[in-house]
């Protein structure tokens, strides 16, 4: 067995050469993620775990949520909720300002985190070389095949395990720069003060209160990720993947019998 | 690995134990509760001082204007004021001025006004727009003529929040001479109503609900919160932790 680092990305500025794989073998230990998205990844594990039971502490004080410029409780709400359990809401014992301390004391070093990672994963290269679609993958027959191989829970083995597939890359893509960003703006929507600076910010969302209901609706979509992204990382492997993210080292899958 | 539901429901109780075991830690306090400094700064920093806060057309006032806070003081005090339609009622401006006022109703009605439709933004995350006039704060402050040393105007109000503590709530001089910093005494073409605020009310329009002091007696300029009630500049603030800087 080897157990040579070999950098996955020696090939980075150049597409064509990645394609041609460095000859890896299965049970090769290869460097996969770097230190920063490494250090990204458990930072948001934290904080979005903050964020998330939090804002359910926040959302409790008014369970209701509307379209629209205003909405109280003579208005039509579009959904209306019992209160979040405490086992789920942080602080556990309802207390709008201590959830608004945790929440807004997170925010600002999620957002910009966020803001950094995507800069750096830009420019550094990452984007463009993991997560970019290659031509050919949005084709309605790849497409479509990888559909049926997750369906099928056959993920890919040896060097080809390296590369994201045109599913994961796109929510990877979704999350990073649709979802997180429209958290943060809609957030920020919420701010009378941030009104008063960045009027166009109510204006993008079409108001106050339909920037809450796009906060809250986009918060679940997350959680939906969170959902299927653990249970990716269950049946893919857990120890080898989580250990890749902490160590930044993974073990290439052995090729199915 | 099999996590079950119970494994899951026991860890996340867990986690958000641990979390509210550091919100009771001195230290982690002063951080989360100093987040406010930050997001004040930050908003100061990118805002022009005299930025507005969103105006509204007519059309866009919310049908009923739900009232925040006390609906109704229900002093023997304020009783006495509201059956005499707020005749006796007169608005105090003391502290550090020159030339401390006395204004009653009619004397405020014969200032100049402005008149803004805004949106009332509560702290639990409900929303209202509402058409408010009154006078500007600044005319009041520029006839009292504020001393040098002031750099607070402390709002104190009529509703008793149990136990003779009267609501009160401050800002800063930026907030206190901003354009739409009125003391609005008329929402919707109407006096105000004893639920939003009768006689007389505050609107900070950049800021979140509890801010807007209803039912004001007194204005008060000081140079430091310290000495205003426990503190922190409120009621909210100084009882339930709340952010001073309510732009968030």
Request: glycine residues 8%; positive net charge; contains cysteine.
């Given at each position: 067995?080897?157990?040579?680092?070999?950098?996955?990305?020696?090939?980075?500025?150049?597409?064509?050469?990645?394609?041609?794989?460095?000859?890896?073998?299965p049970?090769?230990?290869?460097?996969?993620?770097?230190?920063?998205?490494?250090?990204w990844?458990?930072?948001?594990?934290?904080?979005?775990?903050?964020?998330?039971?939090?804002?359910?502490?926040?959302?409790?004080?008014?369970?209701?949520?509307?379209?629209?410029?205003?909405?109280?409780?003579?208005?039509?709400?579009?959904?209306?909720?019992?209160?979040?359990?405490?086992?789920?809401?942080?602080?556990?014992?309802?207390?709008?300002?201590?959830?608004?301390?945790?929440?807004?004391?997170?925010?600002?070093?999620?957002?910009?985190?966020?803001?950094?990672?995507?800069?750096?994963?830009?420019?550094?290269?990452?984007?463009?070389?993991?997560?970019?679609?290659?031509?050919?993958?949005?084709?309605?027959?790849?497409?479509?095949?990888?559909?049926?191989?997750?369906?099928?829970l056959?993920?890919p083995?040896?060097?080809?395990?390296?590369?994201?597939?045109?599913?994961?890359?796109?929510?990877?893509?979704?999350?990073?720069?649709?979802?997180?960003?429209?958290?943060?703006?809609?957030?920020?929507?919420?701010?009378?003060?941030?009104?008063?600076?960045?009027?166009?910010?109510?204006?993008?969302?079409?108001?106050?209160?339909?920037?809450?209901?796009?906060?809250?609706?986009?918060?679940?979509?997350?959680?939906?990720?969170?959902?299927?992204?653990?249970?990716?990382?269950?049946?893919?492997?857990?120890?080898?993947?989580?250990?890749?993210?902490?160590?930044?080292?993974?073990?290439?899958?052995?090729?199915?019998? | 690995?099999?996590?079950?539901?119970?494994?899951?429901?026991?860890?996340?109780?867990?986690?958000?134990?641990?979390?509210?075991?550091?919100?009771?830690?001195?230290?982690?306090?002063?951080?989360?509760?100093?987040?406010?400094?930050?997001?004040?700064?930050?908003?100061?920093?990118?805002?022009?001082?005299?930025?507005?806060?969103q105006?509204?057309?007519?059309?866009q006032?919310?049908?009923?204007f739900?009232?925040?806070?006390?609906?109704?003081?229900?002093?023997?005090?304020?009783?006495?004021?509201w059956?005499?339609?707020?005749?006796?009622?007169?608005?105090?401006?003391?502290?550090?001025?020159?030339?401390?006022?006395?204004?009653?109703?009619?004397?405020?009605?014969?200032?100049?006004?402005?008149?803004?439709?805004?949106?009332?933004?509560?702290?639990?995350?409900?929303?209202?727009?509402?058409?408010w006039?009154?006078?500007?704060?600044?005319?009041?402050?520029?006839?009292?003529?504020?001393?040098?040393?002031?750099?607070?105007?402390?709002?104190?109000?009529?509703?008793?929040?149990?136990?003779?503590?009267?609501?009160?709530?401050?800002?800063?001089?930026?907030?206190?001479?901003?354009?739409?910093?009125?003391?609005?005494?008329?929402?919707?073409?109407?006096?105000?109503?004893?639920?939003?605020?009768?006689?007389?009310?505050?609107?900070?329009?950049?800021?979140?609900?509890?801010k807007?002091?209803?039912?004001?007696?007194?204005?008060?300029?000081?140079?430091?919160?310290?000495?205003?009630?426990?503190?922190?500049?409120?009621?909210?603030?100084?009882?339930?932790?709340?952010?001073?800087?309510?732009?968030?």
């Open positions: 067995m080897r157990t040579a680092a070999m950098r996955l990305d020696i090939s980075t500025k150049d597409n064509r050469v990645m394609a041609m794989e460095p000859p890896y073998a049970e090769d230990m290869v460097r996969r993620h770097r230190l920063t998205t490494r250090l990844h458990w930072l948001n594990a934290l904080l979005l775990y903050i964020l998330f039971t939090s804002g359910l502490g926040i959302f409790n004080a008014h369970p209701r949520l509307y379209w629209g410029q205003y909405g109280a409780n003579f208005d039509h709400a579009w959904l209306e909720l019992d209160r979040f359990p405490g086992w789920i809401t942080l602080p556990a014992l309802y207390n709008l300002a201590l959830s608004r301390h945790w929440h807004l004391t997170a925010a600002p070093i999620f957002a910009f985190a966020l803001l950094f990672y995507m800069l750096w994963s830009l420019a550094g290269g990452h984007v463009a070389r993991d997560l970019a679609f290659r031509r050919g993958e949005l084709a309605p027959r790849h497409v479509w095949q990888d559909i049926c191989d997750h369906a099928r056959r993920f083995t040896g060097a080809a395990a390296l590369r994201y597939n045109v599913l994961q890359k796109a929510s990877y893509i979704a999350v990073l720069f649709i979802a997180l960003p429209l958290l943060i703006l809609t957030g920020l929507t919420m701010s009378p003060g941030m009104n008063a600076a960045w009027p166009w910010l109510v204006d993008l969302f079409g108001g106050r209160q339909s920037a809450r209901s796009i906060h809250f609706l986009t918060a679940f979509a997350l959680v939906a990720f969170f959902l299927v992204h653990m249970l990716m990382v269950l049946l893919a492997g857990p120890v080898n993947e989580i250990g890749s993210m902490i160590t930044g080292r993974y073990r290439l899958p052995r090729d199915r019998p | 690995m099999i996590l079950t539901r119970r494994t899951l429901l026991l860890g996340a109780t867990a986690t958000l134990a641990g979390c509210d075991r550091i919100a009771r830690q001195p230290l982690a306090r002063d951080i989360l509760f100093s987040a406010d400094n930050f997001h004040a700064w930050a908003q100061r920093t990118i805002m022009a001082r005299d930025a507005l806060a105006e509204f057309r007519p059309e006032i919310s049908p009923f739900r009232a925040n806070g006390t609906a109704n003081p229900n002093t023997p005090a304020y009783k006495a004021l059956r005499s339609g707020f005749a006796d009622w007169r608005l105090r401006v003391d502290g550090l001025v020159a030339r401390p006022l006395s204004l009653s109703l009619s004397q405020l009605h014969a200032l100049p006004h402005r008149e803004q439709i805004t949106r009332h933004d509560c702290v639990e995350g409900w929303s209202a727009i509402g058409k006039r009154g006078v500007p704060l600044k005319l009041l402050l520029d006839g009292a003529g504020l001393r040098d040393r002031a750099r607070y105007i402390v709002f104190h109000c009529a509703d008793d929040m149990g136990g003779g503590t009267a609501y009160y709530e401050s800002i800063d001089l930026i907030d206190a001479f901003h354009p739409q910093t009125i003391l609005a005494f008329a929402l919707n073409d109407r006096p105000l109503s004893v639920a939003n605020g009768a006689p007389l009310r505050l609107r900070v329009e950049r800021q979140l609900g509890y807007q002091a209803k039912y004001l007696m007194r204005i008060e300029a000081v140079e430091s919160l310290l000495s205003i009630g426990r503190g922190k500049g409120g009621f909210w603030e100084d009882r339930a932790n709340y952010d001073w800087y309510a732009g968030i």
